[in-house]
């Protein structure tokens, strides 16, 4: 069983910058590819971010590729994404998640989410 709790949501304005954090329990998040989601009001969860289990490679929806940037600290068992050029359509709750595979969408386990909200 792992716990992921998100935090670094916020309220922003379009171009702002904004750092999400993951924190995840257990010993065993170094050994667990991970990525980020996100689900807009009325919208189904999408897939944002991914990231290998040593941090080496990392795969990107194109809506966010070039402005996002996902990242792991094992050491701290934490997974962030910097978020940079936010949109109004970045609008959503923010997820992380311990994905079956790299390379996969499936998730095992997910967080409770974060709100990140973009005015025009």
């Known amino acids: 069983q792992v716990q992921l709790v998100e935090s670094g949501g916020g309220l922003l304005q379009a171009g702002d910058s904004l750092k999400l954090s993951c924190a995840a329990s257990g010993r065993t998040f170094s050994t667990y590819a991970m990525g980020w989601f996100r689900q807009a009001p009325g919208k189904e969860r999408q897939f944002v971010a991914a990231i290998t289990v040593g941090g080496g490679n990392t795969r990107y929806a194109d809506s966010v590729k070039g402005r996002f940037t996902i990242s792991r600290e094992n050491a701290k068992n934490t997974l962030y994404l910097q978020m940079n050029g936010l949109k109004p359509e970045d609008t959503a709750v923010y997820y992380c998640?311990?994905?079956?595979?790299?390379?996969?969408?499936?998730?095992?386990?997910w967080g409770q989410g974060t709100q990140v909200t973009v005015s025009s």
């Open positions: 998640a311990v994905l079956r595979t790299y390379f996969s969408v499936a998730v095992d386990y």
